[in-house]
């Protein structure tokens, strides 16, 4: 069982939807929390972090569940500009900063 | 400001050379990783410096792969004897301190035939 688990889509939905990605993790010692967002064939850049008590960003909020080990994405309406894909991440660990797993990603595509 | 840059872009290997993948972080940031990700799939760790200690090379696949830091910046992952799974985009990323925002560079993407 991988240690982060994500559908990988794809998800096909049109502009001004709201589309939701959810995520897995197996390490209950994990820490920190963030969603990458990862353009075609470029880095992943960091979208945002997610805290316990739930955090919003404009159109973006996240979610974590701790009992669950259960984290979401939740994205209103959605702009043809969100099309990438959506990498869950968790920390390693108490100890381990910044040491990051990835989930393989959720792919989006919205279309016109 | 500059951001994380790695060189080459794009390299081409045939199975068995060697190859040396650079990798510039951001300028005074500690801590520097690399990952490996292979086609449709999320990043993978494998080692990580602070300055030019290497703390951590548990992700490394094989004996084959070798990565260095010498003066605490500049870092540089080799591949010895290349094989075609080692194909996939190494990405490096670095971060101020352990605990900070990695930003990643746009990876180096490696073909081996």
């Known amino acids: 069982r991988k240690e982060v688990e994500q559908d990988p889509g794809p998800f096909n939905v049109p502009e001004g939807a709201t589309v939701a990605f959810n995520c897995t993790y197996s390490?209950?010692?994990?820490?920190?929390f963030f969603w990458y967002r990862q353009d075609c064939r470029k880095e992943p850049k960091l979208l945002m972090s997610?805290?316990?008590s739930g955090n919003e960003d404009g159109r973006f909020t996240a979610q974590l569940n701790r009992a669950s080990q259960y984290i979401s994405l939740l994205i209103r309406d959605s702009k043809l500009s969100d099309s990438a894909t959506y990498l869950c991440?968790?920390?390693?660990?108490?100890?381990?900063?910044?040491?990051?797993?990835f989930g393989g990603g959720t792919r989006l595509m919205v279309k016109p | 400001g500059a951001g994380v840059s790695q060189s080459p872009r794009y390299k081409v290997a045939k199975r068995g050379q060697d190859v040396a993948l650079r990798c510039d972080p951001i300028?005074?940031?500690?801590?520097l990783f690399w990952y490996q990700q292979a086609l449709g799939q999320g990043p993978e760790f494998l080692t990580y410096?602070?300055?030019?200690?290497?703390?951590?090379k548990s992700g490394l696949p094989s004996d084959r792969f070798f990565a260095e830091r010498p003066e605490g910046s500049v870092s540089t992952l080799k591949i010895q004897r290349t094989q075609q799974e080692d194909s996939a985009v190494y990405l490096c990323?670095?971060?101020?301190?352990?605990?900070?925002?990695?930003?990643f560079g746009p990876g180096t993407r490696l073909t081996v035939l």
């Open positions: 997610v805290y316990s």
């Open positions: 991440v968790v920390n390693k660990g108490n100890n381990a900063g910044n040491m990051l797993t």
């Open positions: 410096f602070q300055n030019e200690a290497q703390l951590d």
């Open positions: 300028s005074g940031h500690v801590s």
């Open positions: 990323a670095s971060s101020l301190t352990y605990t900070d925002t990695q930003y």
């Open positions: 390490n209950s010692a994990s820490q920190s």
